[in-house]
């Protein structure tokens, strides 16, 4: 989970969608993301919470 908090803090998407890939490229994001409740919920206007699902049954 680490890696991909980390591909978000430097702009890149960890999963493949163009759309995402570009949003995070060209927008000047004011984000931060972490896996740090404590750190995610201080001072936070918006908190948005992602978490794995398994869509593949196998």
């Known amino acids: 989970m680490q890696k991909k ?3 978000i803090n430097h702009e890149k998407s960890p999963i ?3 759309e ?3 949003f995070l490229a060209n927008r ?3 984000q931060i993301a972490t896996s ?3 750190e995610a919920f ?3 206007v918006y908190v948005i919470i992602s978490i794995p699902t398994n869509s593949d049954p196998d």
């Open 5 to 7: 908090v980390d591909m």
């Open 16 to 18: 493949v969608d163009n």
């Open 20 to 22: 995402i890939e570009d």
């Open 28 to 30: 000047n994001l004011n």
């Open 36 to 38: 740090d409740h404590k």
């Open 42 to 44: 201080a001072d936070s």
